[in-house]
Each structure stands twice: as structure tokens, then as C-alpha cells.
């Protein structure tokens, strides 16, 4: 199924997407209480996401008593499914092989040689930014605008030193991030926080699809377009160090708390793989999507 945070007369809340996909019913209308997504993941039991699950298998959306609090996707906006993420982004770097080949050869001294183990930074977020939303440029400290399609695991419980085989029972479901990058801030200051962190580089959406709809390894086709343009097109089935090896690794010395953020990391194709590249300008459009979660669209301004 797939979770929306929604905003109405300026009021936000999680909604549940009907099968038509074309309409939505709040939680609250189903007689959940959770106020937002990080209490939702953080409390829900495995009991009421069946029941949501039934909902939607069974169109009982549709009867005479809930059918009222029917929404129109095209009635509401559609925020970031987790608008305020409790913690960093928790992002992997260089984790497709075609990808690390177009960063090295993009600049050799800060993306290339040998990494036998996964590469680890976070990505600092005040609020992500939905799908509609605008990629602020900060043309003002950034000349070298960058694109990154990722999907992103959504941590379900609290995990500690979780073993590779059990990870998954700990995943709640799926996202897709835009890991918008300042490429001479990244490489400027030789660490990636600051080039990753700045306010509006967070798009995130358009839903959470829970993980009972998707294959465990995903095995998802992902891609980008700016402005319509195809530029990534591959599979998550490509990732050098798929989601169990990082839930494993991870949780062995510290916690993964419930709504936990995992961005898996971008296939080729982004802007500095290009030559010349291909920096986002203001007025660019940038689509991002995979399979089964949807699409992720914003404007850069």
C-alpha cells in the first residue's frame, strides 16, 4: 500500500491510497490516531497495517460510512511522505558501479580508487521538500547544480546488531529521494555534508510504499529525466552493497530508530557524469522515479 503525508485547508495528515489510485482516505477517518508519519511508523502495529491493507484489497473505502472522507489526490497537496525527518538522511555513496566510473572520471582525487567497504556520509534536513516543490539553487555559493535519483529504505522498528538474514523485518517500506548535490561544495571541502545539506536539497516522495509490496532485494527499475531528457536509467538490483548488508553492518554498533532514512545511493547518469556536464539551471524540471513507489517531480528555482 502506499502512505501519503497530505496538506488540506493547511492542515497536514497521513493518507492511505485508494486502489483507483485517484483518491485517498485519511487515517484519522479509518480510526488511527497517529498525527503524522514518524508516529505512524514508530507505532503502528502489525494488526492495523493489515487492517489498512484489507482496506485497500477490499475497496472498503468505498462503503457508505468512510466513502464521505473520500479525497481527490488532485484536491490535496502532496508534501514529503516524512516532512520532518527525526534525524540526518543516512546516504550511501558510490554504490552503483557505473556511477563510481562517471565520478572518477569527472574528478579522479575526490571519487576514485579503491573502496572495499561502503562509503557513509549523512545529509542534514530541516524540512524535505514533496513532489511539486521547488530545488532552491542557491545559485549565490553554487555553480554545479546536481540531480540524484535514490531509493530509500525506510526503517520500520528500532534495530541493533540485526543479522543480514532477519534486515528486512525491520524495513517498513520505500521511498525515493533526489540527493540534490552542490558538486563544488562536495569537493571543495573534501567531505560531502555541507554540498548535500543545504535547505531545499531534500525532495522526497511522493509516498512511502510499505515493504509488503515490494520484492526483498528490490528489484525495481530507476531513472531520471530533467526537463524530459532521460539521463539515469537502471535497476536497484545493481547496488554494490544492497540494503541488508548496510541494515547488518550499521546496526552492529549503533541503533537504527524507527523512521530511520537509508538513501541507497544513484546509478550513473547525473549531471557530472557528462562532458561537459549537465548542472541544473534555474526553471529545470527533474523527475525522478522507480517502480512501484511513483514519481518525483520538482522545479529548481
Not at 74 to 87: R, W
Not at 172 to 186: K, M, P
Not at 244 to 252: F, R, T, Y
Amino acid at each position: 500500500m502506499k502512505l501519503f503525508t497530505v496538506k488540506k485547508e493547511e492542515k497536514e495528515f497521513v493518507a492511505l491510497l485508494n486502489k483507483d489510485e485517484q483518491t485517498l482516505i485519511p487515517i484519522a477517518a479509518l480510526g488511527l490516531p497517529y498525527k503524522d508519519m514518524n508516529q505512524l511508523i514508530a507505532e503502528i502495529t502489525q494488526e492495523e497495517l493489515f487492517l489498512l491493507k484489507e482496506a485497500v484489497l477490499n475497496g472498503s473505502f468505498n462503503n457508505e460510512e468512510t466513502s464521505k472522507n473520500l479525497l481527490l489526490l488532485s484536491d490535496v497537496i502532496v508534501c514529503a511522505p516524512i516532512p520532518k525527518p527525526n534525524q540526518d538522511v543516512i546516504c550511501l555513496g558510490i554504490n552503483y558501479m557505473a556511477h563510481a566510473a562517471e565520478s572518477a572520471r569527472y574528478k579522479a582525487e575526490a571519487f576514485g580508487g579503491e573502496r572495499p567497504y561502503p562509503i557513509y556520509f549523512s545529509k542534514r534536513v530541516n524540512k524535505a521538500v514533496g513532489t511539486g516543490g521547488v530545488i532552491t539553487s542557491h545559485s549565490d555559493i553554487v555553480d554545479s547544480l546536481d540531480y540524484e535519483a535514490e531509493l530509500t529504505v525506510v526503517i520500520g522498528k528500532d534495530a541493533f546488531q540485526i543479522k543480514k538474514e532477519d534486515a528486512y523485518d525491520y524495513v517498513f517500506g520505500y521511498t525515493i529521494i533526489n540527493d540534490v548535490s552542490a558538486r563544488n561544495l562536495q569537493t571543495q571541502h573534501k567531505q560531502w555534508y555541507f554540498g548535500k545539506s543545504l535547505d531545499g536539497f531534500l525532495p522526497m516522495g511522493p509516498c512511502i510504499t510499505t515493504s509488503d509490496e515490494i520484492s526483498s532485494p528490490p528489484n525495481l527499475k530507476i531513472c531520471s529525466r530533467v526537463n524530459g531528457e532521460l539521463r539515469q536509467n537502471s535497476s536497484t538490483s545493481l547496488l554494490i552493497f544492497d540494503i541488508a548488508h548496510v541494515i547488518h553492518e550499521l546496526s552492529q554498533g549503533m541503533t537504527l530508530k524507527a523512521g530511520t532514512l537509508i538513501a541507497m545511493g544513484t546509478p550513473a547518469g547525473v549531471g557530472m557524469g557528462f562532458q561537459p556536464p549537465k548542472w541544473l539551471k534555474s526553471g529545470d524540471t527533474v523527475e525522478c522515479e522507480i517502480e512501484k513507489i511513483g514519481i518525483l517531480k520538482n522545479t529548481v528555482k
